[in-house]
């Protein structure tokens, strides 16, 4: 069963302190994503790749970000965690090209203290 | 700046009943994608959309997009208790498969 695996259901950080969140994807997609989601607001881009060692903002990048070292595996970096970071972080990933659906990972709900 | 307004954002309906979720926008987009999520799990494709005017179905679903390809919405016929959940509309811009997401619009069906 393909799948997107994201490392931590949850987290809870102090503030201040920079955090890690892993995603691996077993699908052999191009794309790469990570959004974060809060109440009435949806899902909002935080960045982007499409390809290995390529990055590109999203909507919302100040105070993250983002590696991608192999083509499987993206990673979202809080370099200081804030408290207005505390929400609901997915994954996910596509082949490259519009009319390829995401594939979504079950999220990482992040408290920040 | 939300470029997908979706509405209603809240529907609360007894089962059997029909109800139909639109998403609008200001902007043309390549392709649009529904999505249904359950709590405490990541999104699910529903479908996607490509071609102005392409209504699709998937059992009691249909899924309509807009001529111009601004707008779409979803229809449910005798809505059940499983349909329950937040569905997400999502527009493709450019040809890479970047989305923008609609803010959702959060579906209860009680028995």
């Known amino acids: 069963d393909v799948k997107v695996t994201q490392s931590s259901r949850y987290l809870v950080k102090r503030t201040g302190e920079k955090v890690f969140l892993e995603c691996v994807q077993d699908?052999?997609?191009?794309?790469m994503f990570w959004y974060r989601q809060d109440p009435g607001l949806g899902l909002r881009l935080i960045y982007f790749s499409y390809d290995v060692k390529m990055k590109e903002k999203g909507d919302i990048p100040e105070g993250y970000s983002v590696s991608r070292e192999k083509k499987e595996r993206f990673s979202l970096i809080l370099e200081s965690a804030s408290t207005n970071q505390t929400s609901m972080y997915l994954c996910?990933?596509?082949?490259?090209?519009?009319?390829?659906?995401?594939?979504f990972g079950s999220g990482t709900r992040l408290t920040v203290v | 700046t939300q470029l997908l307004e979706q509405s209603p954002q809240f529907l609360s309906i007894q089962e059997g009943e029909n109800l139909t979720v639109y998403c609008n926008s200001s902007?043309?987009?390549?392709?649009l994608q529904w999505y249904r999520q359950e709590p405490g799990e990541g999104p699910v494709l529903l479908v996607t959309v490509v071609t102005g005017g392409e209504v699709k179905k998937l059992k009691r679903l249909t899924f309509q997009f807009g001529d111009a390809r601004k707008d779409s919405s979803l229809h449910i016929t005798a809505a059940q208790p499983g349909d329950t959940g937040l569905y997400l509309c999502?527009?493709?811009?450019?040809?890479?498969?970047?989305?923008?997401f609609g803010q959702g619009t959060e579906l209860s069906v009680k028995p």
């Open positions: 999502a527009g493709a811009r450019g040809q890479g498969g970047k989305l923008i």
């Open positions: 902007s043309v987009f390549s392709s």
């Open positions: 996910a990933s596509s082949f490259f090209g519009h009319v390829y659906g995401y594939t």
């Open positions: 699908m052999d997609h191009e794309n």
